[in-house]
């Protein structure tokens, strides 16, 4: 099943639902999840299920928060399929998208998220992205006693392909518990990859339209603000550990140095640097 929350976005709506229903993987069902959408956006939706029995549109009563909402339709998919993925109206993929992702659940029935290739295109310039190769086999390392150097994937394997038993779990609790809309894609995605439930499909691509400016319009804008998010941030992810079996103590202590430092990275935050600029140290 795939998931395909909208609000307003009728730019791109009809492009990426075309990217879906060309899938070389014909055996699914997108329900397109109306937010009460002030544009013509239902509207090319409903015209679009028309045309195509696979596609159906849900409409909310009320407007939901772009949180709340991505966690409705994680309970959905949860409760009507046995893998679903979310997808926004401006992005794409290639057409083995779905038969590979979900090829490989089926082949690694111990995974719980089938993770694509990301390419990332913002003003005519593209960006592929593959994760580090020190990320495959994190739990074994930690049991190890090893911190692997970085905790470095896409963001955007939260639009991957997720078993509902057990996956769905992880999915809901995580984007629940996270308070801040910024970087709750990576913080989701990273138990995934701790606790080794992560498998990466190389020749699937999503492609991630940047430009809406999100880091803008969510970013912490103060120091204490900066700093309590990568606080958080860093604890939510040492806090897997408390699902892992048994980790040293010293081991622990490495992991959360690590994380904290990888935090910088994914929430963009350089607080050295945002101290310094405050007091006129640095332009």
Same mark, same amino acid.
């Given at each position: 099943?795939?998931?395909?929350?909208?609000?307003?976005?009728?730019?791109?709506?009809?492009?990426?639902?075309?990217?879906?229903?060309?899938?070389?993987?014909?055996?699914?069902?997108?329900?397109?999840?109306?937010?009460?959408?002030?544009?013509?956006? *239902?509207?090319?939706?409903?015209?679009?299920?028309?045309?195509?029995?696979?596609?159906?549109?849900?409409?909310?009563?009320?407007?939901? #928060?772009?949180?709340?909402?991505?966690?409705?339709?994680?309970?959905?998919?949860?409760?009507?399929?046995?893998?679903?993925? =979310?997808?926004?109206?401006?992005?794409?993929?290639?057409?083995?998208?779905?038969?590979? &992702?979900?090829?490989? %659940?089926?082949?690694?029935?111990?995974?719980? %998220?089938?993770?694509?290739?990301?390419?990332?295109?913002?003003?005519?310039?593209?960006?592929?992205?593959?994760?580090?190769?020190?990320?495959?086999?994190? %739990?074994?390392?930690?049991?190890?006693?090893? !911190?692997?150097?970085?905790?470095?994937?896409?963001?955007?394997?939260?639009?991957?392909?997720?078993?509902?038993?057990? *996956?769905?779990?992880?999915?809901?609790?995580?984007?629940?518990?996270?308070?801040?809309?910024?970087?709750?894609? #990576?913080?989701?995605?990273?138990?995934?990859?701790?606790?080794? &439930?992560?498998?990466? !499909?190389?020749?699937?691509?999503?492609?991630?339209?940047?430009?809406?400016?999100?880091?803008?319009?969510?970013?912490?804008?103060?120091?204490?603000?900066?700093?309590?998010?990568?606080?958080?941030? #860093? =604890? *939510?992810?040492?806090?897997?550990?408390?699902?892992?079996?048994?980790?040293?103590?010293?081991?622990?202590?490495?992991?959360?140095?690590? &994380?904290?430092?990888?935090?910088?990275?994914?929430?963009?935050?350089?607080?050295?640097?945002?101290?310094?600029?405050? !007091?006129?140290?640095?332009?």
């Amino acid at each position: 099943m795939i998931l395909f929350p909208i609000y307003n976005g009728e730019a791109t709506m009809t492009k990426s639902l075309d990217c879906i229903a060309n899938q070389d993987f014909k055996n699914f069902r997108a329900v397109i999840v109306d937010n009460k959408s002030t544009d013509r956006t *239902g509207d090319i939706a409903r015209n679009f299920c028309e045309m195509d029995d696979r596609f159906e549109v849900l409409t909310h009563d009320v407007h939901l #928060s772009a949180v709340d909402n991505f966690i409705f339709c994680m309970r959905y998919g949860r409760d009507h399929a046995d893998y679903f993925c =979310l997808r926004a109206c401006d992005d794409f993929s290639s057409l083995n998208y779905l038969s590979a &992702l979900v090829g490989a %659940l089926d082949n690694h029935p111990d995974k719980l %998220l089938a993770a694509p290739t990301v390419r990332r295109v913002n003003d005519g310039k593209e960006r592929v992205l593959h994760p580090d190769p020190i990320i495959f086999g994190y %739990l074994e390392s930690l049991q190890k006693g090893v !911190v692997p150097r970085s905790l470095a994937f896409p963001s955007e394997w939260c639009y991957g392909l997720v078993r509902s038993e057990g *996956g769905a779990e992880i999915l809901i609790r995580r984007w629940s518990e996270y308070p801040y809309a910024w970087c709750v894609a #990576s913080y989701v995605v990273s138990e995934f990859v701790m606790r080794d &439930l992560a498998v990466w !499909v190389g020749d699937a691509e999503f492609i991630f339209m940047e430009g809406s400016g999100s880091f803008e319009k969510y970013g912490a804008k103060t120091f204490f603000g900066k700093f309590r998010q990568r606080l958080n941030y #860093s =604890l *939510g992810c040492y806090r897997v550990v408390d699902r892992l079996p048994e980790v040293s103590l010293s081991t622990r202590l490495k992991l959360f140095r690590r &994380l904290w430092r990888d935090s910088r990275m994914k929430t963009r935050y350089d607080l050295e640097d945002h101290f310094l600029r405050v !007091v006129g140290l640095r332009s």
